[in-house]
């Protein structure tokens, strides 16, 4: 059974940065396509960013310009780099993997549809 473990998330002021990881101990993530979701108290999950096996990636509209994507498939490991935090961007983060992932063009809103998930990490943005 895949397991993900997240990692990275802390508490920052507004304005800050913080790179999430995401990892697979025994498993190899490189075929998979891999997602940052998050959920924020009181609210539904929202699909952040997802990456492909070859690197594409794709980001909503919230969080476009501030969050970028990576992965590196030599260590095995996701990444989701976060700048310029803002106070709605307060909420536990998961990381995902193997399964689809679709933007709305009209909304800018993205679909992370993935069969393995991590328990997530928490991320407060808060003066």
């Known amino acids: 059974q895949l397991q993900l473990l997240e990692s990275g998330g802390a508490s920052v002021p507004p304005g800050g940065s913080l790179r999430l990881s995401c990892a697979a101990p025994?498993?190899?993530?490189?075929?998979?396509?891999i997602g940052w979701i998050r959920q924020a108290p009181g609210k539904e999950r929202e699909g952040v960013s997802c990456?492909?096996?070859?690197?594409?990636?794709n980001v909503a509209d919230s969080v476009k310009g501030r969050f970028t994507i990576s992965r590196d498939n030599f260590k095995n490991i996701a990444y989701l780099e976060m700048s310029s935090l803002r106070p709605e961007d307060t909420a536990v983060y998961y990381c995902?993997?193997?399964?689809?992932?679709?933007?709305?063009?009209?909304?800018?809103?993205?679909?992370?549809?993935?069969?393995?998930w991590g328990k997530g990490t928490l991320v407060t943005v808060s003066s």
């Open positions: 995902a993997a193997r399964g689809l992932c679709r933007k709305s063009a009209e909304t800018g809103d993205l679909n992370v549809d993935m069969e393995y």
């Open positions: 025994g498993f190899t993530l490189d075929r998979y396509a």
């Open positions: 990456i492909s096996p070859s690197g594409s990636t």
